[in-house]
């Protein structure tokens, strides 16, 4: 590009501050050089063959249009905030060709008269993995959960005012089911109709039903979430509906979840621990939509988006008598499941370096993969937390490394789920495959059932404790005992030892 032809697309840059481009072809680094805007004023050569791009396609656009990587995770927006240099910053992107590219990058502003004009922005790129990078696979864009990156700032930050921290753009995933969850959720925001979100603990229904929120027309209103197991069966009617003054002792006027909700989208997690009786109540709001306090008399008409979630399959829920029947059908007139992390091994990678990534910037460290081990691990690994336990693995690693720049297998904490050996030894452990004629549905049930009860052993009958291990709510392993007739007694050291002697 001519100085002509630049000054025409730039008016606003001296030619002075221009002088220094071909002194950046001779750097062993991709180079590129933004304004203040984060537009893109200047790429090396060097910068083109590591995007597969050239100058002429990406001059004038801005860093967010040419590189897939959400604005807070892009070094140069770093640098262009705040004024100061951002040092060995890894940054894992996809060009707008589909190129994928693992890099650290360190940024220099540029400053004239005392005004910040612009960057500079120098790139090593290095190996992904040691492994072949066709076998690599992410998402057209990846996203990042930009409330979370900021929790250890300050973990009350509403980002969107409404109540909420996420949208659709901050899911990561693009296995075929997760997808297939995703779409529907979009197309449940577009009316007025209950959602129910069901899946495991730890696979991001709180994700989801903001996203819902933000999507609908109700995003200018209140989004209100309520853990109904979180709760009290003795408080959960009042902060629901509300109380009037003089209900009982002590009672004051105060409006209840589904009144400040009123206009947006009320969320209630784990309605499966709603206790039975207030489910009736809850299915007569549904019915009627109109509540009135505990203790008054008038009513309140309602209009809000009501979205609710089961951490089982809600018919199961329905056949154990934790939920109503009727109740469900009033709830779900649209059901999305969200699939474990067990079932969506396309979705391991992006979810790795996205942590990997917030815990850098949370840590101040430089780690950019995992090794063959960990990965060989992490895809054998049955995962019953789902996403969150990723995380917080990831988490607890990334405080073990040191100096060193992957994470390795004896960085990791021995917590992990039903197979503890396998953190210190290195050596998966995988589920065994189906006998022949055996049904994979079948094959599952037989590997968790050995699961449960290896924990119930190690534990010694505790389901507390086993409950804790296996990320599981109390309920859910109770459930599941039920369902696969253990008794957690014959786990006990007392009753194995009389029975040992008959």
């Known amino acids: 590009m001519t100085t002509p032809e630049f000054k025409q697309l730039f008016p606003d840059i001296d030619p002075s501050q221009i002088t220094f481009f071909p002194l950046l072809e001779q750097f062993h680094e991709g180079v590129i050089v933004t304004d203040d805007q984060g537009v893109i004023l200047y790429m090396n050569h060097l910068q083109e063959k590591l995007d597969d791009l050239n100058l002429s396609q990406v001059i004038g656009k801005s860093v967010r249009e040419v590189y897939r990587v959400d604005a807070d995770e892009s070094p140069a927006t770093a640098c262009l905030k705040t004024g100061k240099r951002v040092n060995n910053i890894p940054c894992f992107y996809r060009t707008s060709k589909g190129k994928v590219v693992n890099s650290i990058h360190n940024v220099v502003p540029l400053h004239a008269r005392g005004k910040l004009i612009g960057t500079v922005c120098f790139i090593r ?40 921290r996420y ?124 509540i009135r306090r505990v203790g008054a008399l008038e009513e309140t008409l309602l209009d809000l988006k009501i979205i609710s979630s089961v951490n089982e399959d809600p018919h199961d829920a329905v056949t154990r008598g934790s939920l109503r029947a009727d109740l469900l ?77 992957t994470i390795l297998t004896r960085h990791l904490s021995v917590h992990i789920g039903d197979l503890p050996s396998v953190a210190r030894t290195g050596i998966p452990q995988q589920t065994p495959l189906p006998e022949p004629g055996e049904a994979l549905s079948e094959s599952r049930q037989s590997h968790e059932i050995r699961v449960i009860r290896n924990i119930l052993n190690h534990t010694h009958g505790n389901v507390a404790r086993a409950a804790r291990e296996l990320k599981l709510s109390p309920q859910l392993l109770h459930y599941k005992l039920k369902k696969y007739g253990i008794q957690a007694a014959d786990f006990k050291p007392l009753l194995k030892s009389k029975l040992s002697n008959l």
């Open 125 to 164: 790129a290095y190996s992904l993995l040691e492994q072949d990078m066709e076998s690599f696979r992410v998402p057209e864009k990846i996203q990042y959960i930009r409330e979370s990156d900021r929790s250890h700032l300050k973990t009350s930050i509403n980002d969107l005012g409404n109540g909420t």
């Open 329 to 405: 059908y009033r709830l779900g007139v649209v059901f999305i499941r969200i699939p474990p992390l067990r079932e969506r091994s396309e979705d391991m990678d992006p979810l790795l370096f996205h942590f990997i990534s917030k815990f850098n910037r949370i840590m101040g460290k430089t780690v950019h993969s995992v090794s063959p081990e960990v990965m060989h691990l992490f895809r054998s690994y049955s995962w019953q937390g789902n996403v969150r336990e990723l995380e917080h693995v990831i988490e607890g690693a990334m405080n073990m490394v040191k100096d060193y720049q």
């Open 167 to 290: 949208t659709f753009d901050d899911i990561i995933g693009q296995s075929p089911g997760f997808l297939d969850a995703v779409e529907a959720s979009r197309l449940a925001s577009g009316s007025a109709s209950t959602v129910m979100l069901f899946g495991e603990t730890g696979t991001g229904k709180e994700l989801f039903a903001q996203s819902i929120h933000n999507k609908s027309s109700r995003r200018q209103y209140p989004y209100v979430a309520l853990n109904c197991a979180a709760i009290p069966e003795n408080l959960l009617e009042g902060i629901l509906f509300g109380t009037a003054k003089g209900a009982f002792t002590g009672s004051t006027d105060k409006p209840g979840l589904f009144q400040k909700a009123n206009g947006g989208t009320l969320f209630l997690d784990e309605i499966n621990s709603m206790p039975m009786g207030l489910q009736a109540k809850l299915l007569r709001v549904l019915q009627e939509r109109k």
